[in-house]
């Protein structure tokens, strides 16, 4: 086995080798449930991160965390290596950094509404094409104004402040319905009960956090643990995966083919990210997946079905490991033959029966060649994994957090002065300058007729231009700028 590949599994003493130059082609590893998808993904993420490639996977029932720890000897291993070309195996954990959007299990893991963008927002809100139009809008007055919108309350804000403001807007921005507001009002609710008043703030996460390599040169892994998020809103977790992925797209440079990917990131339960996903966004992943790959990123869907991946998507995915499906109903058998299709045809195997036959443990694979060509189909036992199958034990979850380089980063949520304080401020000031009108008897016209869109008078044109000209000086700061690159704009609608 060459310094550039690793064994995925193998049997009758062949290995099957995937080689790191094909690594950013992308990947899916599917199967039915219980058929040994986890421990497939983790043995491919142990194995890039052998390579020294950073890792990124969620933790979605709990049992990916044994990564940290090294395995123990075990009957069935033996006899599993015994069957593969597996040379030189030792018991061995990998470096692992716990992140967790609530903080509980991980460092706490944090983007803003700016960064997040309005298309993906709109998918995560579940909002009608009217109400994702003035949440455009919404962005747009944002950027415009020099307001940041970096939590739900910014988001409210802004929001309040278009209805109170509808028909001053309507002549740019278009019909702002009160109705409309009311109900995406009632959805950011829905989605703080959630976890989006923790999951929205500063400080955002840092995509430099997720790509170190420790001092023996093993990738870190960093693992998002799931659990919680996954029963209170998978909604979030989709959604936060598809808004990593578009970043790593937007600020990675162009580097084409290399020997290793620089980053390698898992999508487990990817069918998440296509179910009822406007055709809109489905265009947008599309796009991620295809250019990606020159930013020397790999992106490997664990899923349940290939069918849960639009087949343009499908179609570019170079490595595919598939477990055992299950074939009752005629759905099913249709399906069946669908996937076997998809492999290039292996002589020795009747790929469409042996789907249906494969063992716990046992998968159909296909890897590409140095040349990027499709290998034939092969039957193998998936290898061992060198790490701890199963979860880890808290009290050693908690002494590898006690010791993590980001400790202390991210704990301390802050809030800045952003949309929210904005806008109570003009209100405040807004008020002041009524009153002193009054108090001077100053008719309409002589205040200089009347209201201008921002709710004032003519004279607080100079508050909005102190706005624009405090964001500038904002932008100046290093976390300046990662806040103000998300509010002029972003891949999914954010960015101009």
């Known amino acids: 086995m060459g310094a550039g590949e690793f064994l995925i599994g193998g049997a009758g003493g062949i290995g099957v080798h995937q080689l790191g130059s094909m690594s950013n082609r992308h990947g899916l590893v599917a199967g039915a449930t219980g058929t040994g998808k986890t421990v497939t993904l983790q043995v491919l993420a142990e194995s890039f991160s052998r390579l020294g490639v950073p890792v990124f996977a969620a933790d979605i029932k709990g049992d990916l965390s044994g990564i940290a720890a090294p395995g123990a000897p075990h009957p069935k291993i033996d006899e599993r290596l015994a ?9 061995q954990g990998c470096p692992v950094v716990f992140w967790d959007i609530f903080g509980q299990t991980g460092h ?10 309005p298309l993906l927002l709109s998918s995560l809100l579940d909002l009608n094409e009217t109400q994702g139009g003035i949440l455009h809008a919404c962005f747009r007055i944002a950027d415009e104004q020099g ?9 409210r804000a802004m929001l309040a402040f278009m209805a109170e403001n509808a028909a001053q807007l309507q002549g740019t921005y278009g019909n702002i319905g009160a109705s409309s507001v009311g109900a995406m009002q009632r959805q950011l609710l829905v989605l703080e009960e959630q976890g989006g008043d923790v999951f929205f703030g500063e400080p955002a996460l840092a995509l430099s956090d997720l790509m170190h390599v420790d001092f023996s040169g093993n990738g870190v892994i960093s693992l998002l643990d ?10 979030i977790y989709a959604t936060f995966l598809l808004w990593l992925l578009s970043e790593l797209f ?5 580097v084409g083919d290399l020997d290793l990917p620089k980053m390698v990131f898992f999508f487990d339960e990817a069918h998440l990210l296509f179910d009822n996903a406007p055709k809109v966004l489905i265009d947008k992943i599309e796009q991620v997946v295809r250019l990606i790959r020159s930013k020397g990123v790999g992106i490997y869907f664990v899923t349940q079905s290939p069918s849960d991946i639009p087949d343009r998507i499908l179609g570019q995915l170079g490595l595919k490991i598939q477990h055992a499906l299950r074939a009752f109903t005629p759905k099913e058998q249709k399906a069946v033959r669908t996937v076997a299709e998809s492999f290039r045809p292996n002589p020795q195997l009747d790929t469409a029966v042996v789907i249906t036959e494969l063992g716990v443990g046992e ?17 193998v036992l998936v290898r061992p994994p060198q790490s701890k199958i199963g979860p880890l034990p808290p009290q050693e979850r908690e002494r590898i957090m006690a010791r993590s380089p980001l400790k202390g980063r991210y704990e301390a949520a802050l809030d800045r002065d952003s949309a929210f304080e904005r806008l109570q401020a003009r209100t405040r000031e807004a008020l002041e300058a009524a009153r002193d009108e009054s108090q001077e008897k100053k008719s309409a016209a002589g205040a200089g007729g009347g209201l201008d869109w921002l709710g004032g008078s003519s004279r607080r044109q100079g508050v909005a231009e102190a706005l624009v000209k405090s964001t500038v000086r904002t932008i100046g700061s290093q976390l300046g700028r990662q806040i103000i690159r998300g509010v002029l704009g972003s891949l999914f609608g954010g960015r101009k």
């Open 363 to 379: 998968a159909l694979v296909s890897t590409l060649d140095a040349k990027g060509r499709p290998g034939v189909v092969e039957r």
């Open 226 to 235: 799931a659990t919680s998020l996954m029963s209170r809103s998978p909604k």
């Open 108 to 117: 706490p893991l944090r983007t803003t509404i700016s960064e997040m963008g």
């Open 250 to 254: 937007e600020q990675l440079p162009e």
């Open 147 to 155: 307001l940041l919108l970096l939590d739900l309350k910014d988001l």
């Open 83 to 91: 069957a593969m070309p597996v040379g030189e195996f030792s018991f």
